[in-house]
């Protein structure tokens, strides 16, 4: 496709400090940002991200481009970056996506507590669907969690269960992702390239689980976006060891809580964010075992989280921009 400045379109598979790999026109163009489209080193990374729809002008024997534009987003997923000295830095990891695939094996490594609810919270907070992905079922599964798995479906989250190793649920998987843009996040290990190759047949570096540890290695180390055969866009990323969802206010996390909505209406304050509100709707739910502990103290704790990054990051309160 080709504007009126007779530039082309394309979309970002991957990019790497202000080098990205675009796909124009059914092929993959190395291209460089414009100079003026990076704003200081700290945000060049936010520029452009896999998924970002772009203007570049090719070179004339056409083997390499610049970008000049990257075009309005619908959406994004984004963090804060984990360099915490460093203070507060956006860090996109993905742009215009249909939905969230969180990857967690049911054991090697070990769910950890809290850590599922997180992701789905940044689906929330940036209004992209997730879907959980429980892989590994092969293997036999972490008891502690185990029972939790089902209660997401009861708030109308997906829920999936694959082997990449037997092939279980891959063809589900795969059904998933067609025509949709998809980005599949979770820890290190727990088979995202794994599944990624099996459902779709493609190539990738799969990392053993450390036998001493039961962690992944970290062997994907960049987002990359792939194009599907049958439509849409798949991107696999690199491990995560945390996730703390970019310029998240209370209240969105409050409601990135789907499951607290109801129990919610019960109680006495509408601006309660149940923690230590008196009459709390939901913790009378937590009480009731309409609710699980376990999700209220996954809310608490990246509440914590929340309130102690106001203080570290600025010293003041954030500013939305
Ligand atoms: N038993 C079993 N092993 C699996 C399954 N899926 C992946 N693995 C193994 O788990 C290990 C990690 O798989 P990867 O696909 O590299 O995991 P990843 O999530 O891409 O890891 P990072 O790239 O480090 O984030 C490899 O040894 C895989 O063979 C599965 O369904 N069952
Ligand atoms: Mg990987
Ligand atoms: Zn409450």
Same mark, same amino acid.
């Given at each position: 496709?080709?504007?009126? @400045?007779?530039?082309?379109?394309?979309?970002?598979?991957?990019?790497?400090?202000?080098? +990205? /790999? #675009? !796909?124009?026109?059914?092929? *993959?163009?190395?291209?460089?940002?414009?100079?003026?489209?990076?704003?200081?080193?700290?945000?060049?990374?936010?520029?452009?991200?896999?998924?970002?729809?772009?203007?570049?002008?090719?070179?004339?024997?056409?083997?390499?481009?610049?970008?000049?534009?990257?075009?309005?987003?619908?959406?994004?997923?984004?963090?804060?970056?984990?360099?915490?000295?460093?203070?507060?830095?956006?860090?996109?990891?993905?742009?215009?996506?249909?939905?969230?695939?969180?990857?967690?094996?049911?054991?090697?490594?070990?769910?950890?507590?809290?850590?599922?609810?997180?992701?789905?919270?940044?689906?929330?907070?940036?209004?992209?669907?997730?879907?959980?992905?429980?892989?590994?079922?092969?293997?036999?599964? @972490?008891?502690?969690?185990?029972?939790?798995?089902?209660?997401?479906?009861?708030?109308? +989250? /997906? #829920? !999936?269960?694959?082997?990449? *190793?037997?092939?279980?649920?891959?063809?589900?998987?795969?059904?998933?992702?067609?025509?949709?843009?998809?980005?599949?996040?979770?820890?290190?290990?727990?088979?995202?390239?794994?599944?990624?190759?099996?459902?779709?047949?493609?190539?990738?570096?799969?990392?053993?689980?450390?036998?001493?540890?039961?962690?992944?290695?970290?062997?994907?180390?960049?987002?990359?976006?792939?194009?599907?055969?049958?439509?849409?866009?798949?991107?696999?990323?690199?491990?995560?060891?945390?996730?703390?969802?970019?310029?998240?206010?209370?209240?969105?996390?409050?409601?990135?809580?789907?499951?607290?909505?109801?129990?919610?209406?019960?109680?006495?304050?509408?601006?309660?964010?149940?923690?230590?509100?008196? @009459?709390?709707?939901?913790?009378?739910?937590?009480?009731?075992?309409?609710?699980?502990?376990? /999700?209220?103290?996954?809310?608490?704790?990246?509440?914590?989280?929340?309130?102690?990054?106001?203080?570290?990051?600025?010293?003041?309160?954030?500013?939305?921009?």
């Amino acid at each position: 496709m080709t504007n009126e @400045d007779g530039r082309m379109q394309g979309v970002v598979l991957r990019a790497h400090s202000g080098h +990205c /790999r #675009v !796909l124009c026109e059914h092929r *993959e163009v190395d291209c460089r940002l414009r100079g003026r489209l990076k704003q200081g080193r700290q945000e060049a990374r936010t520029v452009a991200v896999a998924g970002d729809r772009v203007e570049l002008e090719m070179a004339p024997d056409g083997s390499t481009g610049v970008i000049e534009a990257v075009l309005p987003r619908t959406n994004k997923i984004s963090r804060m970056s984990s360099k915490r000295d460093r203070g507060r830095v956006e860090q996109v990891l993905m742009a215009n996506l249909d939905q969230v695939v969180v990857v967690q094996s049911v054991s090697r490594p070990d769910p950890v507590a809290g850590f599922v609810d997180r992701l789905l919270v940044a689906a929330e907070r940036f209004e992209v669907d997730g879907v959980l992905c429980l892989n590994k079922v092969d293997l036999a599964p @972490d008891v502690a969690a185990e029972a939790r798995w089902s209660y997401y479906e009861t708030f109308g +989250c /997906r #829920v !999936l269960r694959t082997s990449a *190793e037997t092939g279980e649920g891959v063809a589900e998987f795969g059904a998933l992702l067609k025509g949709k843009t998809s980005l599949l996040l979770g820890a290190s290990g727990t088979g995202k390239s794994s599944l990624l190759a099996r459902a779709t047949g493609m190539e990738l570096r799969v990392g053993e689980v450390t036998e001493k540890t039961g962690l992944g290695r970290h062997t994907t180390t960049l987002t990359e976006l792939f194009p599907l055969s049958e439509g849409g866009f798949i991107a696999d990323s690199p491990g995560i060891r945390g996730f703390d969802a970019w310029d998240l206010e209370i209240a969105e996390l409050r409601d990135a809580f789907p499951d607290f909505h109801e129990p919610g209406y019960q109680c006495r304050f509408t601006t309660c964010i149940h923690r230590d509100e008196p @009459d709390c709707g939901v913790k009378a739910a937590v009480t009731a075992g309409r609710i699980p502990s376990w /999700r209220l103290d996954a809310y608490l704790g990246m509440l914590k989280d929340l309130d102690q990054g106001r203080v570290d990051h600025s010293g003041q309160r954030r500013r939305r921009s």
